[in-house]
């Protein structure tokens, strides 16, 4: 199967430099969601038609070229004259002995089966439409049909009233075989109200050839709602959320408003599983059986092993979370962060390329970068591991059973032995024995004859 994705169109109603098809939805440009699903349809041949954005979309599509899938080529529509204008670009491109799939990349939502019923429903010898019935459908191409067959499509501004009364809506989403949709573009002319090639003109040209129309319909009009502006971005964003939610109920995940969930990129849930408002996952995130997660926490790329407690409003990125752990509130995993079991990192602690073994906690304000933590360890609230000299970075290491006092500042590279103890206030520049009691504090003292300040009257 050849497919062909039209995204030369410059959105101006976006009212934005970025092009179009490539504004995100889920935190994917719309049109790598398109490309997503026509790869699962396994085409022999892909092309996406650009135009607006200069090199922004083919520079994108260039790297989807990589790994196993077939690769996608790109051609220029310039000038933009129509959707079938657009078509022509592609028609040196495709495979005569496939039918040819056309898709748009400001439509994000298809599903892969809705396409799979309109190719099996097209064979190789008919022309395949998507059609939908809209309660509304104003400003959308209208089906029309006689006797049950569809004959053509016409186009609001060309529509006369009765036709605009017609609610079964051409999606644009076509499949054609191609040797006959070649001969159909070469046919097309441009005497509408836009001066365009409308592609929709094929269908009165397979109609007069004697080739059968034929269409199929996605199971909801989301499925073939495009991207024209701000506001139908945020809707088809919703519509998205809320899709992805439902499926995650459907697995036995409890959402505490399947309406504030955020979801852009893949997340797997474990049984038992509790998700609060407000949250956001990106990229990979796998939380496991029984997790629970805090109101408004972004996990990005992360790993939750099973039974953490998320507390709320917590930022875990690039980390691992070992079973059992608690972190939060206003806690902060970042890139490098792994963490064994039981481990407590608590509220305004940030963690770093580090490793923390079990039963480990960091109850308060504090800082660990470039650390190896053992088991047991206790890190006082004020602790800071001095990890950067301003040039390089440095590794501190803290054996099991070993306690920091508060408000230490560990220069890195240093160690802490097995059970030592840190107090309060040390600045550790040394390594620390195991078992020992290290400190460094400026004696205290008492002034006997010191005076507070009074304030001097103007």
């Known amino acids: 199967m050849n497919v062909v994705i039209l995204a030369a169109g410059m959105g101006k109603r976006m009212q934005s ?56 080529d790109t051609a220029l529509q310039e000038p933009q004259l129509g959707t079938g204008h657009a078509v022509m670009q592609a028609a040196p491109q495709l495979d005569d002995d496939a039918p040819t799939l056309i898709l748009y990349g400001d439509v994000p939502l298809t599903s892969a089966s809705s396409l799979r019923a309109l190719v099996e429903v097209a064979g190789n010898d008919k022309l395949g439409i ?91 009009e989301w499925e073939v709602a495009g991207v024209n502006s ?33 979801i852009r990129g893949t997340l797997v849930c474990g049984r038992d599983v509790t998700i609060d408002v407000g949250c956001v996952f990106e990229g990979k995130v796998e939380l496991a059986d029984g997790v629970s997660v805090g109101a408004h926490s972004v996990i990005v790329n992360a790993t939750i092993a099973a039974g953490a407690q998320i507390k709320p409003f917590c930022h875990i990125e690039s980390a691992q979370v070992g079973p059992k752990s608690q972190i939060g509130p206003y806690a902060r995993l970042r890139p490098g962060a792994e963490l064994g079991e039981d481990v407590h990192i608590g509220n305004f602690v940030e963690v770093k390329n580090s490793t923390i073994a079990a039963h480990s906690k960091a109850n308060h304000l504090a800082y660990v ?33 070993a306690f920091i006092g508060s408000d ?3 220069v890195a590279p240093v160690t802490v032995g097995k059970g030592a103890t840190l107090g309060a206030g040390t600045t550790l520049t040394k390594d620390a024995p195991a078992g020992k009691l290290t400190i460094s504090r400026a004696k205290q003292m008492t002034i006997e004859s010191w005076q507070r300040p009074v304030k001097v009257k103007k």
């Open 17 to 72: 430099a970025l092009p179009k098809v490539l504004h995100p939805l889920a935190g994917k440009p719309l049109l790598q969601h398109v490309i997503d699903t026509a790869r699962e349809l396994s085409p022999s041949k892909l092309c996406v038609i650009y135009g607006h954005g200069g090199a922004a979309v083919p520079e994108h599509v260039k790297l989807q070229n990589r790994g196993e899938h077939a690769e996608i």
């Open 130 to 220: 998507l059609t939908v019935e809209q309660a509304n459908p104003f400003g959308l191409g209208r089906i029309v049909r006689e006797n049950g067959a569809i004959v053509r499509i016409v186009e609001e501004k060309d529509a006369t009233e009765a036709e605009r009364a017609i609610r079964e809506i051409n999606s644009g989403i076509i499949v054609a075989p191609t040797v006959k949709l070649k001969a159909w573009l070469a046919t097309l002319e441009n005497k509408n109200a836009q001066g365009e090639y409308y592609l929709t003109d094929i269908v009165a040209r397979a109609v007069a050839d004697g080739v059968p129309v034929v269409s199929a319909q996605p199971s909801a």
């Open 230 to 262: 701000k506001v139908q971005l945020a809707e088809l964003e919703r519509q998205h959320q809320l899709n992805l939610a439902k499926k995650l109920l459907e697995q036995g995940v409890t959402l505490m408003d399947p309406a504030r969930i955020d």
């Open 369 to 401: 970068g470039d650390s190896t933590v053992g088991s047991r360890v206790n890190i006082g609230a004020g602790t800071i591991t001095c990890n950067y000299d301003g040039v390089n970075k440095h590794r501190t290491v803290i054996e099991d059973d």
């Open 408 to 410: 230490s500042q560990l």
